[in-house]
């Protein structure tokens, strides 16, 4: 059995979800490969060739692959998906672009957001918010695979190991549809899915003003800064930091919930966190049945003292 892992990369790095994907595929199957397509990508490639495990690395170089439009790169893997058991993609939003229309094209059911491999053919995964794991088997002669990359560690650089890198022919771009432009927002914080220390806020927080009070705590961290959806909704603060069931999956070491109350959804994003430390003046807030640590105060009061408290401590 072999495993091709669809990378996401931004042609000169590969991004870490890709990693943590790999790893998934490790337990699929006893072979790997990575198919990197994008446009003067060669870094992204020797980057998917030092990672312990992968035995290949496919390399689709071409123009039309440069942002990454999910109907060409769906066509590449189809070109290539008659060699491999499985096909497994980060469950991001580049992955969940991808794959269902692989699926579609090879009339298989795909298996989405897996939390766990229990054989190479079952899998596990949440459902109802997390609140349920279920267990599916699949009779697929492929499986097309999205995974929760926060339920597997990320492969590491292997010392030494270098795979096989090979291109690949380009299949010819999409005519039904275009690259027009993107719009990126730029912050000096860590992103979200990879940051090791998030500060959260909620509606409790009162406005996006009250917002910047997140900062310098963020800042003696080091920390990237998320919102629940209630937050977000009320225009707090911006889509990109939504966390929760419709919004980004996190998983880091320290997850600092401001004002956040714990409904479902926001849980569903982040109770897989290491730590989990809950600032809220209501006591009977559900998010302090998941908190490590939990601070029944005014968060006015609390979160400037911390920033401070730390900033003393350096």
């Not at 380009?170 to 899915?193: I, K, N, Q, Y």
Request: proline residues 4%; glycine residues 10%; charged residues 15%.
């Amino acid at each position: 059995m072999a495993a091709l892992v669809i990378a996401e990369h931004d042609n000169n790095s590969l991004k870490a979800s890709s990693m943590n994907t790999v790893t998934a595929a490790l337990e699929c199957a006893g072979e790997v490969h990575v198919l990197v397509a994008g446009h003067q990508c060669g870094a992204a490639a020797a980057a998917a060739a030092a990672i312990a495990g992968v035995s290949g690395v496919l390399v689709a170089d071409a123009p039309q692959f440069a942002d990454g439009l999910a109907e060409n790169v769906a066509a590449q893997v189809l070109a290539l998906a008659g060699g491999y058991t499985h096909i497994l993609a980060p469950a991001s939003a580049y992955g969940k672009n991808i794959a269902p229309r692989v699926a579609a094209t090879l009339d298989v059911a795909q298996i989405s957001e897996i939390s766990r491999v229990v054989t190479p053919d079952t899998f596990e995964r949440p459902i109802y918010a997390g609140n349920a794991i279920a267990t599916v088997r699949s009779a697929d002669a492929v499986k097309v695979i999205t995974v929760r990359t926060t339920a597997f560690t990320a492969a590491a650089g292997g010392e030494g190991h270098v795979a096989t890198i090979d291109p690949v022919p380009a299949v010819a771009g999409s005519a039904s549809s275009v690259f027009v432009s993107r719009e990126l927002a730029a912050s000096d914080r860590p992103e979200l899915t990879a940051a090791e220390v998030i500060v959260a806020g909620g509606r409790g927080i009162g406005s996006g003003d009250n917002f910047k009070m997140l900062e310098p705590l963020a800042d003696q961290l080091g920390a990237a800064i998320g919102a629940s959806r209630a937050a977000v909704d009320a225009g707090y603060a911006p889509n990109d930091w939504q966390i929760g069931q419709t919004g980004k999956i996190v998983a880091p070491r320290l997850y600092i919930a401001v004002g956040i109350s714990g409904a479902i959804q926001h849980l569903a994003g982040m109770k897989d966190s290491k730590v989990i430390v809950a600032i809220n003046k209501d006591r009977e807030a559900p998010i302090f049945a998941v908190a490590d640590y939990g601070i029944v105060g005014d968060l006015f009061e609390v979160v400037p003292e911390l920033a401070r408290e730390l900033a003393r401590a350096r």
